[in-house]
């Protein structure tokens, strides 16, 4: 059970998976309560990526099993998962080149009870509303990411999935995508992320998974990794 939280959105228990004879994850647990950010933070390679696609259905576990509000989604494909709620973030944003901002936003199904409006998705995202005519890869770096989740909001994520949102961005984009996701937490979605950049994933998450050959290996609060944060940046080669 999540100590942060009372209820338990995601439990992760005992995740394996492997490419071909490569085990990547060696037995993944933890949980995820409503509400809640929460990082995966780790090296290249320790499997956070492969993580995430396992939550989201689209690489399957060896064993072990995903449970969302209690039931046991394990072995549902990803569409499935989306009508559940589940939100994925990719790290290439999947942003389609030749549409408008609006036309990307209002592509995808809209698949859950929670799907927010367009006007909701403006309200939270003025700037979205300003550029709705222009071409999605028009937007800067911070705006394509905030296009990418506010999509998947619209589909109806009630938990977002986002692969190092800040990855490749200069330091006034990251706090653009901290605002970001101050802004979907305040809206009570809840967010599992990777994050590489440790000073800011405590900046905007409640909690954080250290991620090291495949295995939680520590769990810390804000106040943990900003009491060991040198030797974290050190660990994890920054
Ligand atoms: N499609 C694939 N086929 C074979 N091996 C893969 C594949 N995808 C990832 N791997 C390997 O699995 C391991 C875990 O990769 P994963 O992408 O999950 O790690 P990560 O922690 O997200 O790192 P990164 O930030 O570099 O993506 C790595 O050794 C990687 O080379």
Redesign the pocket.
Known sequence: MSEANDRTVLRIENVTAS??E?Q??QGVSLDVGAGEVVT?V????????????CLMGL?RPASGRVELDGRDITKLPPHKRCKLGLGYVP?DRGIYSTLTVEENLTLPPRTGPDAWSLRQVYDAFPVLAERRKQAGTHLSGGEQQMLSVARVLRMGARLLLA??PT?GLAPLLVRQIGEIIRTVKEHGVTVLL?E?NIHFAATVADRHHL?AQ?RVVESLDNAEVARREHELLEYLGI
């Not at 780790?42 to 696609?53: F, I, S, Y």
Request: charged content about 25%; proline content about 0%; overall charge negative.
């Open positions: 490419y071909g490569a990547v994850l995966l780790g090296r290249n390679g320790a499997g956070k990526t492969t993580l995430l696609r690489h790290d692969d190092e990855e990777i590489q991620i495949g």
